[in-house]
């Protein structure tokens, strides 16, 4: 089972970013995964949260009307699109899954992906 996070880099406030998490080793399709993020100095948090089929997509407040959380099946690869980025939106993120439960907002995390950087920076 792994998860390989990716897509992070330097953007500007206001811009975007697409995030990927390719899952291997189990089908993304059937659990809920989750994008959490590390600020420097701070704890992890969660972000986002899609469910297998008709199951919610969840976000945490902070990100609400500004990131998504999608999933291709086809590729077993989940995103996060990012918009309107923030500084305070700066982190490491990761994507993970307990790969029990299949409806977000899931149980605590087994496997995580390797996290990928974020700046948000003029």
């Known amino acids: 089972v792994q998860l390989q996070a990716s897509g992070g880099g330097l953007v500007q406030p206001g811009g975007s970013l697409r995030l990927s998490c390719a899952a291997s080793?189990?089908?993304?399709?059937?659990?809920?995964v989750g994008w959490f993020r590390q600020a420097p100095g701070k704890e992890r948090e969660g972000v986002g949260c899609?469910?297998?089929?008709?199951?919610?997509?969840l976000y945490a407040e902070s990100v609400k009307g500004r990131f998504t959380v999608s999933r291709d099946n086809a590729k077993n690869t989940m995103y996060l699109q990012m918009n309107n980025l923030k500084p305070e939106d700066t982190a490491v993120y990761y994507c993970?899954?307990?790969?029990?439960?299949?409806?977000?907002?899931?149980?605590?995390?087994?496997?995580w992906g390797q996290g990928t950087l974020v700046t948000v920076s003029s």
């Open positions: 080793g189990f089908s993304l399709e059937h659990y809920a």
């Open positions: 899609i469910s297998s089929s008709d199951g919610p997509t």
């Open positions: 993970a899954t307990d790969l029990f439960h299949s409806n977000c907002p899931g149980g605590v995390p087994d496997y």
